[in-house]
C-alpha cells in the first residue's frame, strides 16, 4: 500500500505544482489511509475468515505430522526386529523387507507434509492479497465518490512517504480530512457486535 503511495503520488502532485495557475484552483482533500484499512469492519472481517482457514490447516498440517511420527515409530521398530538375532534369517529377512518398505512409506509422508505446508502457506498468502484488494478497492471507490462530492481535485494520503522513506505531507491542518466521513460510511452496513453472555454481576445471580 505504501509502495503504492510511495511511486505515483509525488508525481501527481509534482504535476499539479508545476501547471501554476491550475495549482491554484487545486482542492487537495486528505486522508488517513492506515486508520481507514484498519478500522474498516471488512477488514476485521476478512482477518477472522484468514485465521479461521489457517486454524484449519493447522489441524490437517497436525494430523498429516501425527501420521508421519507414527510411520518413523514402526519403521523404528520393524528395524530392530529385524536385527532381532533369536529368529531366524528367514524370519530375519521378512522383516528387513517389511522396513524397508516402511521406510518408503516414511519418504512419501515426508513429501506430503512438505508439499501440504508449501500449498498452505502460498494459499493463505494468496487468499490474504485478494481480500486486502479488495478492501483497498473499496476504500478507493469511496474516497473517490467523495472527493468528487466534494470537488477536491487531488487527495493527499496523510500516511504516505517518499521514495526515501520520509513523510511525503510534511503539513496539514486537517480541514480537508475525510477520513472520518469515508470510515462512517464504509462501515454503515457493518454487522452489529456479537452479544457478550450475562455474567453472574450482571445478573444479581451468586456465582456457583
Do not use: C, H
Not at 171 to 199: C, F, H, R
Request: charge should be positive; glycine fraction near 4%; avoid cysteine.
Amino acid at each position: 500500500m505504501k509502495t503504492i503511495v510511495k511511486r505515483f503520488l509525488p508525481v501527481v502532485l509534482l504535476a499539479g505544482f508545476l501547471t501554476g495557475s491550475a495549482f491554484a484552483e487545486t482542492r487537495i482533500g486528505t486522508v488517513d489511509l492506515q486508520k481507514i484499512f484498519s478500522k474498516y469492519w471488512k477488514r476485521e472481517q476478512a482477518e477472522a475468515a484468514l485465521k479461521e482457514r489457517g486454524a484449519e490447516m493447522d489441524k490437517d498440517y497436525k494430523a498429516l505430522m501425527d501420521d508421519y511420527n507414527k510411520t518413523k515409530d514402526d519403521y523404528g521398530k520393524l528395524l530392530a526386529a529385524a536385527n532381532d538375532q533369536t529368529v531366524t534369517a528367514e524370519e530375519r529377512d521378512k522383516r528387513k523387507t517389511a522396513a524397508e518398505s516402511k521406510l518408503l512409506e516414511i519418504k512419501t509422508a515426508e513429501n506430503t507434509v512438505q508439499t501440504f505446508a508449501r500449498n498452505a502457506q502460498e494459499q493463505i498468502e494468496s487468499q490474504k492479497k485478494r481480500m486486502r484488494d479488495t478492501i483497498l478497492q473499496e476504500i478507493r471507490t469511496a474516497i473517490t465518490a467523495k472527493a468528487k462530492a466534494q470537488a477536491f481535485t487531488i487527495v493527499v494520503d496523510v500516511t504516505g512517504e517518499t521514495a526515501l522513506g520520509t513523510p511525503f505531507v510534511l503539513y496539514t491542518s486537517g480541514e480537508n480530512d475525510m477520513t472520518d466521513d469515508i470510515l462512517k460510511q464504509l462501515n454503515v452496513a457493518a454487522p452489529p457486535p456479537a452479544a457478550t453472555p450475562a455474567t453472574p454481576a450482571d445478573t444479581g445471580k451468586p456465582k456457583k
